[in-house]
């Protein structure tokens, strides 16, 4: 019914822009470090791709030339190599979180914070028991279709 409308009177100030260049993050180590734990992920997604289009290749029934080609392509070098250098991106970034962990995060028992290093050393040993549990379901065929 009745339209309220602000007027503001118009600035004479230039808002500030600092430049930003495209390679600020190589200018200091620790933004260096940082960029590379997190462009990681790059590595992950594309193994995550890799197996979903595995998972849609097992899951297309009595086919197998689909699930054929999907291991093919993932037997070729590339693939391979792309792998293995996901595979140590993963394990920097696992290694960063689990040094990063005691600091962005206080536990707390009894009042009293617990030690940064039983924090790393909890996460480290999570980290083994839950690697050899896969290993061994993986190698002694446990987990079957």
Same mark, same amino acid.
């Given at each position: 019914?009745?339209?309220?409308? @602000?007027?503001?009177?118009?600035?004479?100030?230039?808002?500030?822009?600092?430049?930003?260049? +495209?390679?600020?993050?190589?200018?200091?180590?620790?933004?260096?470090? *940082?960029?590379?734990?997190?462009?990681?992920?790059?590595?992950?997604?594309?193994?995550?791709?890799?197996? #979903?289009? =595995?998972?849609?290749?097992? /899951?297309?029934?009595?086919?197998?030339?689909?699930?054929?080609?999907?291991?093919?392509?993932? /037997?070729?070098?590339?693939?391979?190599?792309? %792998?293995?250098? =996901?595979?140590?991106?993963?394990? *920097?970034?696992? *290694?960063?979180?689990? %040094?990063?962990?005691?600091? +962005?995060?206080?536990?707390?028992? @009894?009042?009293?914070?617990?030690?940064?290093?039983?924090?790393?050393?909890? $996460? *480290? =040993? /999570? #980290? $083994?028991?839950?690697?050899?549990?896969?290993?061994?379901? +993986?190698?002694? =065929? #446990? #987990?079957?279709?």
């Amino acid at each position: 019914m009745f339209e309220v409308t @602000k007027k503001e009177a118009p600035s004479k100030r230039k808002p500030f822009n600092r430049p930003v260049e +495209a390679n600020w993050w190589t200018r200091k180590k620790f933004y260096t470090l *940082y960029m590379l734990r997190e462009s990681s992920v790059l590595f992950a997604m594309l193994f995550a791709l890799e197996l #979903l289009a =595995g998972m849609i290749c097992a /899951a297309t029934g009595n086919d197998t030339s689909c699930l054929i080609k999907w291991i093919n392509f993932m /037997a070729s070098w590339p693939v391979k190599i792309v %792998n293995v250098v =996901g595979l140590f991106a993963v394990l *920097y970034h696992t *290694y960063t979180w689990f %040094n990063l962990m005691p600091k +962005a995060q206080r536990l707390m028992v @009894k009042g009293e914070p617990l030690p940064g290093s039983f924090v790393k050393i909890s $996460l *480290y =040993g /999570a #980290l $083994l028991i839950t690697s050899l549990v896969v290993v061994a379901v +993986a190698s002694l =065929g #446990l #987990l079957t279709i």
